[in-house]
């Protein structure tokens, strides 16, 4: 199977299970947890960078208090 072909199962199955009204709202649901998975991912990696250069500030402040 393809790509697409997987795509089109689960949308069928998807409105065999929980009909064509809930399809939609459960799109937007999918889809504001998808954004605040990415956001939270951003956000992740900023305190990530931030934590890292503090280190490196802190390891050669020794460095030089150790000169």
Known sequence: ??????????????V???GA????ELAKTFGKAKGEFEK???EGEQ???EFKSDIDE???D??????
């Open 1 to 14: 199977m393809q790509g697409t072909e997987i795509i089109i199962v689960v949308i069928v199955i998807g």
């Open 16 to 18: 065999l299970i929980f």
């Open 21 to 24: 009204k809930k399809i939609p």
């Open 40 to 42: 939270g991912k951003i």
């Open 47 to 49: 305190e990530l960078k």
């Open 58 to 60: 802190s390891s050669s």
């Open 62 to 67: 020794k460095k030089i208090k150790s000169d």
